[in-house]
């Protein structure tokens, strides 16, 4: 059950940081919007822990997850953005 429970926070989290940060080079789509939720739970779980905010075993909630997919969308803007510039 707890991975139904990380695949709609992922979503929601990949939508929230969407709509935060709109883009045109940014990945579109369901399942997309899911997987960068889900990798931002785990950008914001793993600084979380590194930084002493969460227990090991404890996991990032809704806001750390938007965060957590901020982050990635700002990593994914600037590979993208230089990927664009060098072809």
């Known amino acids: 059950m707890s991975i139904i429970w990380t695949i709609i926070i992922g979503f929601l989290a990949g939508v929230i940081a ?3 940060m709109p883009g045109d080079n940014e990945p579109s789509g ?4 899911t ?21 090991p075993g404890e ?13 990635v969308l700002l990593v994914y803007g600037l590979v993208a953005g230089r990927q664009r510039r060098a072809i």
């Open 18 to 20: 969407k709509f935060i």
């Open 30 to 33: 369901f399942i997309l919007t």
């Open 59 to 71: 996991g990032a909630g809704l806001i750390g997850a938007v965060v957590g997919a901020i982050i």
């Open 35 to 55: 997987i960068l939720g889900i990798v931002g739970a785990f950008v914001a779980t793993y600084l979380g822990q590194a930084l002493g905010w969460y227990r």
